[in-house]
């Protein structure tokens, strides 16, 4: 019985695919922000104030400002399309997101957010998440899902997306698929009056029939002038409380795998990996509720 066991799991390992295992590497030193650029709370502390209790109900002024942010991340994301290739490195991916954040007077959210040290996450193969940008080059088959936030009109807008890196083996290419199909359901549910759990229902129900599974403890969250607040936001069945209004917005960022749904955190306290070395993707849009269901304000990319 053991044995067998055994030899399904080295089976299983085989069958996640052609690709490389990553490990983190060098990370660069931490790049400046101009003085005339405006901070989030945490620059200073690298703690973000406490969040409200309460998912916010926007009004038209913030909703404003939650269109510029989101509008600019996701035009950055779009942006990469034509950067991301074979032999950079994810550093290199970091300036460049940083440079632009600069150039359009924005902050990059994730820096110094509660000490991280760069300005993006970019997550490799069998990174699930929150991967730092390093030294490490890209190499052909990889799939790499690079998340980019901004601070923008005092308000964050949060997206990503996972690219493919030359010659992507087909079992890569369905998972980066299906990840976006998830992301696509999980948002057309939405609308005034919906509880919050229907997103988590009606993403596991996809995901669980073609045989993937979505990582339970990746969450989305509430987002405006605060980077994560109310409500968490769960890709999986849940209990989560609540329905959703007109006014509100949140992210939406489910991560799939072919494999098991156990997360390690390495030592550097962030890079999130699969426990079984599978292949992570994951995909992003942060949204509004509004009267008449629901608006995808990071569609640019
Ligand atoms: N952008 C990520 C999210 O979707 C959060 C990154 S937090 C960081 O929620 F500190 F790692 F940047
Ligand atoms: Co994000
Ligand atoms: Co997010």
Redesign the pocket.
């Known amino acids: 019985m053991l044995r067998k066991l055994g030899l399904l799991r080295i089976f299983q390992q085989r069958n996640f695919g052609k690709y490389e295992i990553v490990k983190p590497a060098r990370i660069s030193p931490i790049l400046d922000v101009p003085e005339n650029i405006d901070k989030p709370e945490y620059y200073q502390t690298c703690e973000p104030s406490p969040a409200l209790g309460n998912p916010e109900i926007k009004n038209e002024t913030q909703i404003q400002h939650m269109k510029a942010s989101c509008r600019l991340a996701s035009s950055i994301l779009k942006d990469l399309n034509e950067f991301v290739q074979v032999g950079i490195t994810t550093d290199d991916i970091d300036k460049y997101v940083h440079e632009k954040c600069i150039k359009h007077r924005a902050y990059p ?3 110094y ?4 040290p ?1 300005s ?2 970019t997550s490799v193969n069998n990174v699930v ?2 991967g ?1 940008p390093d030294n490490r080059k890209l190499i052909n088959g990889d799939i790499i899902n690079i ?3 901004v601070y923008f009109e005092g308000h964050h807008g ?1 997206c ?1 997306k996972t690219y493919l890196i030359g010659d992507v083996d087909e079992q890569g290419k369905e998972l980066i698929s299906l990840t976006e199909e998830c992301l696509k359901k999980g948002i057309s549910v939405c609308g005034p009056g919906v509880p919050f759990v229907e997103i988590g229902y009606s993403i596991e129900e996809l995901a669980t029939v073609h045989r993937y599974n979505v990582f339970p403890g990746v969450l ?2 509430g987002i405006g002038s605060y ?2 607040g109310a409500p968490d936001i769960y890709h999986t069945a849940n209990t989560y409380p609540g329905t959703m209004e007109s006014g509100m917005t949140f ?1 939406i ?1 489910p991560a799939l795998t072919r494999g098991e749904q156990m997360i390690e955190v390495l030592e550097d306290g ?1 890079t999130a990996v699969t426990a079984d070395g599978a292949r992570s993707a994951q995909a ?1 849009h942060t949204i509004l509720i509004n009267d008449d269901g629901f608006v995808i304000l990071t569609d640019q990319h």
Do not use: A, N, Q, V
């Open positions: 959210s994730p820096l957010y509660r000490g991280f760069k993006i996450c998440c929150h730092i998340d980019i936030t949060d990503s989305g969250h980077f994560h992210t960022e962030w992003e």
